[in-house]
Nanobody, 114 residues
Framework: QVQLVESGGGLVQAGGSLRVSCAASGSIYRIDVMGWYRQAPGKERELVAVITSGGRTNYADSVKGRFTISRDNAKNMVYLQMNSLKPEDTAVYYC????????WGKGTLVTVST
């Protein structure tokens, strides 16, 4: 099993920045791709950004140029740096790890005020 714990969410004003982190533990060898997803109130959960163990990344169009995903394989961490935040970025942000299995964290709330 793999456990994922997110941290770093909070309240930020529009235009501000925030970094969320995800710590992975357990059977780390099972992980290949790690990513961030988000779910806003009343909406479906959606992909924000993913990164492979080799460092290849993919972003949702809505966050390209504003968000950066990074990964520290030695520390079993994945980060999402969010800049130029908008109110529509408000959501619960979930960490996901896939490979030999599909694992989710419990999420961290990011609220962007006007």
């Amino acid at each position: 099993q793999v456990q994922l714990v997110e941290s770093g969410g909070g309240l930020v004003q529009a235009g501000g920045s925030l970094r969320v982190s995800c710590a992975a533990s357990g059977s780390i060898y099972r992980i290949d791709v790690m990513g961030w997803y988000r779910q806003a109130p009343g909406k479906e959960r959606e992909l924000v950004a993913v990164i492979t163990s080799g460092g290849r990344t993919n972003y949702a169009d809505s966050v390209k140029g504003r968000f950066t995903i990074s990964r520290d394989n030695a520390k079993n961490m994945v980060y999402l740096q969010m800049n130029s935040l908008k109110p529509e970025d408000t959501a619960v942000y979930y960490c996901r790890a896939t490979g030999y299995g599909d694992y989710w964290g419990k999420g961290t709330l990011v609220t962007v005020s006007t």
